[in-house]
């Protein structure tokens, strides 16, 4: 949030993704900054899926290095018997753990600032968080970037209800739908090919209705806006062919 928005502006924090969502839905907050995707563990499947009903759009993003820290009152990290972190921190964390706390029980909480905070008042706990959290619940910094992987990267979506114009290096995000036949996936990505649309991304998540099982919805990210003569002639073309499309946004690019 401080990185797309500086450090002028009120910061509302939440318990929850779900949460966030709800806050600028409702106006309690013009903007909500949201995690969708990490270099190491992958997409964060629950925005994903609140994505699809929200009447938010994306108006920007944000991709941040990751810096992981064990945090917490002991001497020294052998002496940590349970460590608190974010379910997607004690994944990017796993292979330190393993080598170095071992026996020590992993416990996911909602946010890392919880874990943080729970640290502080037990003994023989710890947090995976960050160095602001140290500061914040006046813990040790244990052991220096834990994560296994040294370019760890979280990409962060910023939500509104305003429409960026075209900057000239922008990204559009959807989802959609296909049939459930063969090649049909294939004839959805035809447009795009058509009309010299570059794809950046494609995920799938399963449908959420109860007569869809085993159908899938496909999340994707192409290059340019929806403004943009290529774009716009490859959604034209899209929502002829998709049972189902929304445009989540088009927006800046991250530099």
Same mark, same amino acid.
């Given at each position: 949030?401080?990185?797309?928005?500086?450090?002028?502006?009120?910061?509302? %924090?939440?318990?929850?993704?779900?949460?966030?969502?709800?806050?600028?839905?409702?106006?309690?907050?013009?903007?909500?900054?949201?995690?969708?995707?990490?270099?190491?563990?992958?997409?964060?499947?629950? !925005?994903?899926?609140?994505?699809?009903?929200?009447?938010?759009?994306?108006?920007?993003?944000?991709?941040? &290095?990751?810096?992981?820290?064990?945090?917490?009152?002991?001497?020294?990290?052998?002496?940590?018997?349970?460590?608190?972190?974010?379910?997607?921190?004690?994944?990017?964390?796993?292979?330190?753990?393993?080598?170095?706390?071992?026996?020590?029980?992993?416990?996911?909480?909602?946010?890392?600032?919880?874990?943080?905070?729970?640290?502080? *008042?037990? *003994?023989?706990?710890?947090?995976?968080?960050?160095?602001?959290?140290?500061?914040?619940? &006046? @813990? *040790?910094?244990?052991?220096?970037?834990?994560?296994?992987?040294?370019?760890?990267? #979280?990409?962060?979506?910023?939500?509104? !209800?305003?429409?960026?114009? %075209? #900057?000239?290096?922008?990204?559009?995000?959807?989802?959609?739908?296909?049939?459930?036949?063969?090649?049909?996936?294939?004839?959805?990505? #035809?447009?795009?090919? *058509?009309?010299?649309?570059?794809?950046?991304?494609?995920?799938?998540?399963?449908?959420?209705?109860?007569?869809?099982?085993?159908?899938?919805?496909?999340?994707?990210?192409?290059?340019?806006?929806?403004?943009?003569?290529?774009?716009?002639?490859? @959604?034209?073309?899209?929502? #002829?062919?998709?049972?189902?499309?929304?445009? @989540?946004?088009?927006?800046?690019?991250?530099?």
């Amino acid at each position: 949030m401080r990185r797309h928005f500086g450090g002028a502006v009120e910061a509302l %924090p939440a318990a929850s993704i779900d949460e966030v969502f709800r806050c600028a839905e409702s106006a309690a907050a013009q903007f909500a900054v949201v995690p969708v995707e990490n270099s190491t563990e992958g997409v964060v499947g629950r !925005t994903l899926d609140l994505l699809l009903a929200t009447p938010l759009g994306i108006c920007g993003e944000v991709e941040l &290095r990751i810096r992981q820290h064990l945090l917490g009152r002991a001497a020294k990290p052998g002496a940590v018997r349970r460590v608190y972190s974010h379910a997607q921190s004690l994944a990017q964390c796993s292979g330190w753990l393993g080598r170095h706390l071992p026996a020590a029980e992993r416990v996911p909480v909602g946010s890392n600032a919880e874990a943080a905070r729970r640290a502080a *008042k037990e *003994k023989g706990a710890a947090a995976i968080a960050g160095e602001a959290s140290a500061a914040r619940y &006046r @813990l *040790k910094l244990l052991a220096r970037d834990i994560e296994d992987e040294p370019n760890n990267t #979280t990409r962060f979506l910023v939500l509104g !209800t305003i429409e960026p114009a %075209p #900057t000239g290096r922008d990204r559009t995000s959807l989802v959609m739908s296909a049939e459930n036949r063969p090649g049909a996936v294939h004839a959805l990505l #035809t447009p795009l090919a *058509k009309h010299g649309v570059s794809m950046s991304r494609i995920e799938s998540r399963p449908a959420r209705a109860r007569s869809a099982l085993w159908e899938y919805m496909f999340f994707i990210d192409v290059e340019g806006h929806r403004e943009d003569r290529p774009v716009a002639a490859a @959604l034209k073309a899209l929502r #002829t062919r998709a049972p189902f499309l929304k445009v @989540l946004g088009s927006y800046p690019a991250a530099s």
